[in-house]
């Protein structure tokens, strides 16, 4: 529509008009603003022109004012507004705070007090697949193994098993009931029923590989009359539509049943199954009615609708044999017995070793002459060291003597002088020529001699006895004889001044000496005899003499020789020419001092003496 | 396969169990009727194209219906009402039967079974029959010693619940 305005040029013509243009733009402004609207008075309502006007200027604004008063108005229009924004609206209003849900609740509740009432299975039916898995699992886990177990241990409680498996508790340090649970956790699941409950039509049956059974089908149905028949029998009014028979035992068999609203789960079991067993068939039954709640409610007998039932039954056919008592491997068991063994023998060896060692060195404190500093076991050898008196007991007899392998000690001894009474008496003994007639014992730390003796040795063993260092035990020679044997002197004295004669640088004695020469020879025999018979040995001593005539080294010689001729004709005649002993004096040791005919005559001659020597 | 479940009904002594004997795939003895008060059997018959197999609950017969146990009934597709015709009381048994059913899990197809045709000595007369199919029941006539009409019958059901 155009508006036309009047082309007046006087004033008020232009006044006019510009109070009109005035008064319109206010009603336009009122128009679109309600606050202007109540404030400033209506002044053009007579003015058909304004309609006009607002028409052309607000038309769209108009439309869709109307279009928003229309949506308001109309609840099935306002609802569907709504409905397209309200989900994101109410996630917004989650995001920024709880106040919705707070305000949602008491209508929440009341809601699910109002469907309880009116209907509990809808309220059960939708709860059941989430609360029931979670509560029986509560329940289950803290109850069912420890009856099963309970029951278990009080049926073998008193058996000759019973009492064995008590032994091996107590060997492993586990509870009994856990001991007989381990051994007696025997099953097999032979079948698993999917039967509908409310027509007993079978939905699902798997089997174990070799189980056998009749039609399922039958049995599915019939199980379903037998539960029906219990239930109506007793009459339980707290079983509900919900109550079932939980399971039933026929000899080794045994039926479990788990029941769900639309649903239930029979298995036959071979055997004594574990409690987890149930917790299998609850959990897949669970599991079926929270995927197939609908379609089971509305099974017709058409299995089509169920889709593949057979792979979520399969889980359910299981079973657990009792493991066979494993048979330890020879090795198992013969290697640590060989290194027990082996680490047996070791510290046996080491013990004995250790033993035999101590053995030893006590030996060695307690031997005269030996003074042990260190014993100690290095690399595997023992080394011995201290200080030994060369006379003490030879360590390796001792060693010996304690069983010692000599390549497992090492010693080192250094020698030293012992003034142990054992010790110089063996030092005396070493010493002083031995004599069957004399006996040294040691007699309270003092060493005394008895028996007879020579005078020689008893002289010497006088010297031996004073040289004795200070300390050492005292050596009493009170108790020794001299030897006074009157057929030894006799026949000493015979034989010391026997003589045999020369003639002037002659060494062959003179003619007319064999009688002479066999009774020296006759004499020596007797007294060597004697002598032995008294415990000592003798030697005959054979000087050659020689007379003031002629030089001293020709004299020296003869002599010799008068010595040398006379001891081969006593060997001629039966003396052993290791007991005589042949010495040259030539003028030196004259028989006879002077230079007379028969002084001379007397210094050519050989002379004897008889000396003791040790055996 | 489509499986349903149907039920046998009808008074004591009305033939049910002697109509499915010769009939049916039977794995349990007579012994659960007396017992249990039902004996399941399995018959499979053919509609059109396809086999529908009849789980078929055999229930006791009562001369009391209200002794019907009635939870035997849920869920079945479809029920066979038996008639012995030499007994008119029996006819009168499966009305109540029938009404009992009907109220307890809904109108449901089934069908009357006058049993024991062979016998001449009929107790029932045809006005009473044709009272009934005026009724809306569909009325066949069984012979469980002929074995007469109960392939029939049992097709005739199985058409009526599966077709």
Redesign the interface.
């Known amino acids: 529509m155009a508006v036309t305005f009047p082309s007046d040029v006087d004033d008020a013509a232009e006044a006019d008009r510009r109070q009109r243009l005035s008064d319109l733009l206010l009603e336009v402004a009122r128009a679109l603003d309600p606050n202007v609207a109540t404030v400033l008075p209506r002044q053009l309502e007579a003015d058909p022109r304004l309609d006009a006007v607002k028409s052309v200027l607000l038309r769209n604004e108009l439309d869709v004012l109307d279009h928003l008063q229309h949506t308001v108005d109309d609840p099935a229009q306002l609802a569907d507004t709504v409905s397209r924004v309200l989900p994101h609206a109410v996630t917004l209003s989650g995001e920024r705070d709880e106040r919705l849900g707070d305000a949602l609740a008491p209508a929440m509740e009341r809601a699910t007090q109002s469907s309880i009432r009116k209907n509990p299975g809808t309220l059960v039916n939708i709860l059941y697949p989430v609360m029931g898995p979670a509560i029986r699992k509560a329940i289950a886990e803290a109850t069912s193994d420890t009856l099963q177990g309970l029951n278990q241990a009080l049926r073998f409680a008193f058996s000759l098993r019973g009492l064995r498996w008590r032994m091996e508790a107590w060997r492993s340090g586990t509870t009994f009931g856990d001991i007989v649970l381990k051994h007696t956790l025997v099953y097999r699941v032979e079948h698993v029923f999917l039967i509908?409950r409310?027509?007993?039509?079978?939905l699902e049956h798997q089997a174990a590989a070799d189980a056998t059974s009749?039609?399922p089908?039958?049995?599915s149905?019939?199980l379903t009359?037998?539960q029906?028949?219990v239930?109506?029998s007793f009459d339980d009014p707290s079983a509900g539509d919900g109550g079932a028979i939980d399971s039933l035992r026929l000899g080794d068999l045994l039926l479990w049943c788990e029941a769900g609203p639309q649903a239930y789960l029979a298995a036959v079991i071979r055997g004594s199954p574990p409690e987890a067993l149930r917790m299998t068939l609850r959990d897949t039954l669970a599991a079926i009615h929270e995927d197939l709640g609908g379609a089971l409610a509305d099974y017709?007998?058409?299995?089509a609708s169920l889709g593949d039932l057979a792979s979520r039954l399969a889980p359910c056919i299981k079973q657990q044999v009792q493991p066979r008592e494993r048979r330890l491997s020879v090795w198992l068991w013969a290697i640590p017995l060989l290194l027990l063994l082996l680490g047996g023998y070791w510290l046996f060896t080491r013990y004995a070793e250790n033993e035999r060692v101590a053995d030893y060195v006590e030996r060695l404190r307690s031997e005269p002459g030996i003074v042990v500093t260190t014993a100690e076991r290095v690399h595997g050898q023992w080394r011995i060291a201290g200080l030994r008196d060369p006379l003490a007991t030879a360590t390796q007899e001792l060693l010996q003597r304690a069983q010692l392998d000599p390549a497992l000690v090492v010693e080192r001894w250094e020698p030293y002088v012992a003034l142990s009474p054992n010790i110089v008496l063996k030092r005396l003994r070493a010493s002083l020529p031995a004599l069957p007639s004399v006996r040294l014992a040691l007699e309270h730390n003092v060493i005394h001699v008895h028996g007879g003796a020579p005078p020689d040795w008893i002289e010497k063993a006088r010297l031996l006895a004073r040289a004795l260092p200070a300390g050492a035990p005292p050596v009493d020679l009170s108790d020794v004889t001299d030897v006074e044997d009157p057929e030894y002197l006799k026949l000493r004295e015979d034989i010391q001044s026997q003589r045999i004669y020369f003639s002037s640088g002659a060494p062959n004695p003179t003619t007319g000496q064999e009688p002479a020469l066999d009774q020296l020879a006759a004499n020596t025999k007797a007294i060597m005899e004697v002598a032995h018979r008294l415990g000592f040995s003798v030697r005959l001593a054979l000087v050659g003499h020689a007379d003031a005539t002629g030089n001293q080294t020709a004299n020296l010689g003869i002599s010799i020789a008068r010595a040398e001729v006379v001891r081969s004709l006593l060997r001629s005649r039966g003396i052993a020419p290791e007991l005589m002993s042949v010495r040259g004096t030539g003028t030196l040791e004259p028989l006879a001092p002077g230079a007379a005919p028969d002084d001379m005559s007397s210094n050519r001659s050989v002379s004897f003496s008889i000396t003791t020597i040790s055996e | 396969?489509?499986?349903?479940?149907i039920c046998l009904l009808g008074a004591f002594g009305v033939g049910k169990t002697s109509l499915t004997r010769r009939f049916v795939?039977?794995?349990?003895s007579d012994a659960?009727l007396t017992t249990?008060?039902?004996k399941?059997?399995?018959k499979v018959v053919s509609v059109g194209d396809n086999q529908v197999?009849l789980?078929i609950?055999d229930i006791a017969g009562e001369d009391d219906v209200s002794a019907v146990?009635t939870?035997?009934l849920?869920?079945?597709?479809g029920y066979l009402l038996i008639v012995d015709v030499t007994r008119a009381q029996t006819l009168t048994v499966a009305r109540s039967i029938r009404e009992r059913v009907t109220a307890e899990i809904g109108d449901i197809p089934f069908l009357c079974l006058l049993n024991k045709t062979d016998v001449d000595d009929w107790d029932i007369s045809d006005v009473t029959i044709e009272e009934l199919n005026s009724q809306g029941w569909t009325v066949l006539r069984t012979s469980a010693k002929t074995g007469a009409g109960v392939e029939s019958a049992f097709s005739d059901l199985a058409q009526r619940i599966?077709g």
């Open positions: 509908h409310k027509s007993g039509l079978l009749r039609d089908h039958l049995v149905a019939m009359a037998i029906d028949f239930r109506d017709d007998g058409d299995d | 396969m489509l499986q349903k479940k795939d039977s794995i349990f659960y249990v008060g039902v399941i059997d399995k197999s789980l609950w146990r939870s035997y849920r869920g079945a597709a599966a």
